[in-house]
């Protein structure tokens, strides 16, 4: 695949991205803006690329299929958890537009700069990338959404106080991505999808 447009055709294709909003991001959101070397071959290929830091830009159709489980929606108050390149931080600004916000948090400083650089190359007024904490996420607020792109040992469930009622949360749990909304009782409830690979979320 040759470029970015080839490679959502073929997300389209394959039946992983189905949602417009979704996809329009996609499109308007260029994978090569946000890997090491954008001239690289195989930018739009369908696999993992490393950033550096032992970290990656996850692969499209992981991506994509994540975006999906997540259902972002504009308007909303996301958190990316491990923005690592800042790609999906980029994707979710598009998807909630003026309206909402999104707010990536990355543990290595370098992937901190790296992403809030590639950021801006889209002049996104409602995203930023910071510093992770030592607690996972962002403690004391609370938000409609919350995607995470690296694999936790064990569901981290203090990020369950810092999701809306109604809210969801998509997050690799070593080998599995739980997709859990949260009930009206403060409880999660969900599914567990198995069969994936992702590099380890630190904190």
């Known amino acids: 695949m040759g470029s970015n447009s080839q490679m959502v055709d073929y997300l389209v294709d394959i039946g992983t991205l189905r949602s417009d909003n979704i996809i329009e991001a996609f499109r ?35 991506v994509a299929m994540m975006m999906e489980m997540l259902s972002p929606k504009e308007g909303q108050k996301i958190l990316d958890i491990g923005s690592g390149s800042g790609w999906t931080t980029a994707l979710l600004a598009h998807i909630v537009g003026e309206s909402g916000s999104v707010i990536g948090v990355e543990r290595v400083d370098e992937l901190v700069k790296f992403g809030s650089s590639n950021l801006k190359k889209y002049g996104f007024k409602n995203a930023k990338i910071i510093q992770a904490q030592d607690e996972l996420g962002i403690k004391g607020e609370k938000f409609d959404r919350i995607l995470a792109s690296a694999a936790a040992a064990e569901f981290p469930h203090e990020l369950t106080k810092q999701l809306n ?39």
């Not at 890997?35 to 930018?43: F, G, Q, S, Y």
């Not at 949360?169 to 909304?181: A, G, L, R, T």
């Open 28 to 62: 308007s959101v260029d994978r090569a803006d946000f890997v090491a070397d954008p001239n690289a071959l195989n930018v739009y290929e369908d696999h993992p690329l490393g950033i550096g830091y032992s970290q990656t830009i996850s692969q499209p159709r992981t």
């Open 165 to 203: 009622v109604g809210g969801k949360i998509v997050i690799p749990v070593k080998n599995s991505i739980y997709e859990m909304i949260k009930n009206k009782n403060g409880e999660l409830d969900g599914v567990e999808h198995y069969g994936f690979s992702f590099v380890p979320l630190i904190y």
